[in-house]
């Protein structure tokens, strides 16, 4: 049988909607308790709770976006099926992705996107790239309940410091893969600082025209930015 047959059958399909419906049902059930706890213990009302998740979810949109067209590189080069399957455990690169289902083959000794590629090596894809999700899953479920007691002895209980060091991380995450896309060239460091000059002054003209919700867009509108003047500057 033709692996990509297998690529796109039914019970792939079927896995992938499995581990979707798990993560909406996990974001709706912390939805849920979070507007609770607000509304009961914060003392907010419920205009000021759907404000918050307003944001968040616009927030959200560039980076939703960019998983999207890592779906869409998925699509292409192996099928739909396979790419909503791994989206639902949250791949994050389509490079790293990639290469797992090579190295995969190899080590069947196949090679991927040759005619030497077949059922087999896709089988053996299917379980390194699936079983590579299992130790971040994991830490994730057994060291999280600590996270509070880390944070707490951090800050000392105080909230000054906290929010210092909660920026801190913020902008090393960030700078890690902003620097990490740049020593790659192409037109990635173009879209790396037109994106950061954009997001600047979208925040800058939110506070000149004092509309406070174009912060709110300003990740997503600078992302789309950001890879659009790459774009034409490199065309």
Same mark, same amino acid.
């Given at each position: 049988?033709?692996?990509?047959?297998?690529?796109?059958?039914?019970?792939?399909?079927?896995?992938?909607?499995?581990?979707?419906?798990?993560?909406?049902?996990?974001?709706?059930?912390?939805?849920?308790?979070?507007?609770?706890?607000?509304?009961?213990?914060?003392?907010?009302?419920?205009?000021?709770?759907?404000?918050?998740?307003?944001?968040?979810?616009?927030?959200?949109?560039?980076?939703?976006?960019?998983?999207?067209?890592?779906?869409?590189?998925?699509?292409?080069?192996?099928?739909?099926?396979?790419?909503?399957?791994?989206?639902?455990?949250?791949?994050?690169?389509?490079?790293?992705?990639?290469?797992?289902?090579?190295?995969?083959?190899?080590?069947?000794?196949?090679?991927?996107?040759?005619?030497?590629?077949?059922?087999?090596? *896709?089988?053996? /894809?299917?379980?390194?790239?699936?079983?590579?999700?299992?130790? +971040?899953? #994991? @830490?994730? $479920?057994? %060291?999280?309940?600590?996270?509070?007691?880390?944070?707490?002895?951090?800050?000392?209980?105080?909230?000054?410091?906290?929010?210092?060091?909660?920026?801190?991380?913020?902008?090393?995450?960030?700078?890690?893969?902003?620097?990490?896309?740049?020593?790659?060239?192409?037109?990635?460091?173009?879209?790396?600082?037109?994106?950061?000059?954009?997001?600047?002054?979208? *925040?800058?003209? /939110?506070?000149?025209?004092?509309?406070?919700?174009?912060?709110? +867009?300003? #990740? @997503?509108? $600078?992302? %789309?930015?950001?890879?659009?003047?790459?774009?034409?500057?490199?065309?």
């Amino acid at each position: 049988m033709d692996w990509k047959a297998i690529a796109n059958a039914p019970w792939l399909w079927f896995c992938g909607f499995v581990q979707a419906a798990i993560g909406v049902g996990q974001a709706w059930y912390f939805l849920r308790l979070a507007t609770r706890l607000l509304e009961r213990h914060g003392g907010y009302k419920q205009k000021d709770i759907w404000a918050i998740v307003r944001g968040a979810l616009i927030t959200a949109f560039g980076p939703i976006m960019a998983e999207i067209f890592v779906m869409m590189a998925l699509i292409i080069a192996i099928s739909p099926a396979y790419a909503w399957q791994r989206e639902g455990v949250g791949v994050g690169s389509v490079f790293t992705e990639l290469v797992q289902v090579s190295n995969a083959a190899i080590g069947v000794g196949q090679e991927f996107g040759q005619p030497s590629f077949n059922i087999v090596g *896709f089988a053996a /894809a299917m379980v390194v790239v699936n079983v590579s999700c299992i130790g +971040w899953s #994991l @830490g994730a $479920a057994l %060291f999280t309940p600590y996270l509070g007691k880390a944070r707490d002895k951090l800050s000392r209980g105080d909230p000054r410091l906290l929010a210092v060091i909660t920026v801190s991380s913020t902008l090393g995450i960030f700078g890690y893969y902003a620097a990490s896309e740049i020593k790659k060239g192409g037109g990635r460091p173009t879209a790396v600082i037109a994106g950061a000059l954009l997001s600047m002054f979208l *925040f800058k003209l /939110a506070d000149w025209l004092k509309v406070p919700r174009l912060k709110e +867009w300003a #990740l @997503g509108i $600078a992302m %789309f930015g950001g890879m659009y003047i790459a774009h034409l500057l490199g065309s």
